[in-house]
């Protein structure tokens, strides 16, 4: 594995089905981008696993004679030698109750039969991607226990390159945002700092707590890495099925950094912000928003404050789906959603901060040409409306 947690050599992946069958559908599946080991029972799984090199990662069929796939789950998970490797069920028990005991046995994913290889496929690799990242990522917190007192700048480094590095993952998926990741962290930490004087928030707004609000507002969008490019990449509007599957993007995104700070052992800081961003920016001060239809104060402030971040910005860009709209149009749009979409402090804040964030997205421009044509464009070719309603969703 590389410095920054990329994987340089092909990966390995073990799958352990008891059914021929299924071991050749899958090895065949995999073959092209990964190193595929087989076991058709728990005992050998268990031994292939704990063998050096360790495999990457493991797909674990349930129902199996002798040991099944739970026990075999809950042994490698209390195995000090494989207890990091993900697992990801892929089995025909479909019921609710089953997925949830996987989970909690430590299982990164459950996948159900008759499997779709695309979304196969793109969830070994985001999966494969996570544990790089968490295993770099743990490695570097061991040696920095025994450096800590003369290596602070050195952590934040670290941080500040595995937080850009997985940011990175979601933006190579939708190459039309641009420098949207730089632009909401600096519309963030404005908001942040405009409040800071506020008897309301001056409490949770420390000069700490805004540092970390900067360096977690990248990962707000990390789910989008689980998301099917026809959906994420589809010029035009999505149909309602395919916006249900766009939502789980905010899920996707809190439980890949949740799984990694769990894999560390040890609360983060940073993680446990950017876990309350990816989650719930997509809530509503009126309780309209996804994905757990918090309102008000229910929703966390770091994600109030990413929601307007992100709305203007998304706003003010180009995407698949819309033309960019000017920046007068956009902060009308905000200011509008006070006490709807947005908390209305924050709206307040937003207002007043109008200059700074209209900088910010002179600063950080797409390209100079871009930007000249945005703030030239009188109107959009969809009203400001519908880009709103899009966005909001």
């Known amino acids: ?32 981008k990964y190193t595929v080991k087989i076991a058709k029972a728990g005992e050998k799984a268990l031994a292939i696993a704990a063998a050096e090199p360790h495999p990457d990662l493991i797909l674990l069929d349930i129902m199996m004679p002798g040991m099944d796939g739970y026990e075999v789950c ?38 159900t039969k008759p499997i779709s290889p695309p979304i196969v496929l793109a ?5 494969l991607k996570l544990k ?9 917190a061991a040696f920095l226990e025994q450096e800590v007192a003369k290596q602070t700048r050195e952590v934040s480094a670290i941080q500040d390159v595995s937080i850009l590095a997985l940011a990175a ?22 908001l942040a700092e405009r409040l800071q004087s506020e008897p309301r928030f001056s409490a949770e707004l420390d000069a700490a707590r805004i540092t970390m609000l900067f360096k977690s507002a990248p990962l707000h969008d990390i789910g989008k890495v689980g998301i099917p490019d026809h959906i994420l990449l589809k010029p035009g509007r999505l149909e309602p099925h395919e916006m249900e599957v766009m939502k789980r993007h905010s899920i996707l995104g809190y439980e890949a950094l949740r799984r990694a700070e769990l894999t560390l052992g040890t609360p983060v800081e940073f993680l446990s912000c950017a876990k309350e961003i990816a989650r719930s920016h997509h809530e509503k001060w009126d309780g309209s928003g996804y994905p757990d239809g918090l309102s008000g104060t229910e929703i966390p402030l770091s994600a109030r404050l990413m929601a307007v971040a992100d709305v203007f910005d998304a706003l003010i860009s180009k995407r698949v789906y819309k033309e960019a709209i000017p920046h007068d149009e956009a902060i009308e749009i905000i200011l509008d959603g006070k006490g709807n979409h947005f908390d209305p402090d924050l709206v307040d804040a937003f207002g007043e901060s109008r200059d700074q964030f209209v900088s910010i997205a ?10 000249l044509m945005l703030q030239a464009r009188m109107s959009s070719t969809q009203s400001p409306v519908s880009v709103q309603t899009q966005i909001g969703e």
């Open 1 to 32: 594995m590389m410095e920054d947690g990329t994987l340089t050599e092909r990966p390995t992946i073990l799958v352990v089905d008891d059914t021929p069958e299924n071991l050749m559908l899958m090895s065949e599946l995999l073959k092209d």
């Open 74 to 111: 809950q042994r490698l998970k209390g195995d000090v030698a494989t207890r990091n490797i993900p697992v990801i069920f892929l089995t025909a028990k479909v019921e609710l109750k089953d997925e949830e005991r996987g989970l909690k046995l430590g299982a990164v994913d459950y996948i």
């Open 123 to 127: 969830r070994v690799e985001t999966h």
């Open 132 to 140: 790089a990242s968490a295993d770099f990522l743990r490695d570097h």
């Open 169 to 190: 993952l979601a933006e190579t998926r939708d190459t039309d945002t641009g420098a949207h990741i730089r632009r909401t962290q600096y519309y963030v930490k404005v």
């Open 362 to 371: 002179s600063r950080y421009n797409d390209s100079e040409s871009d930007f």
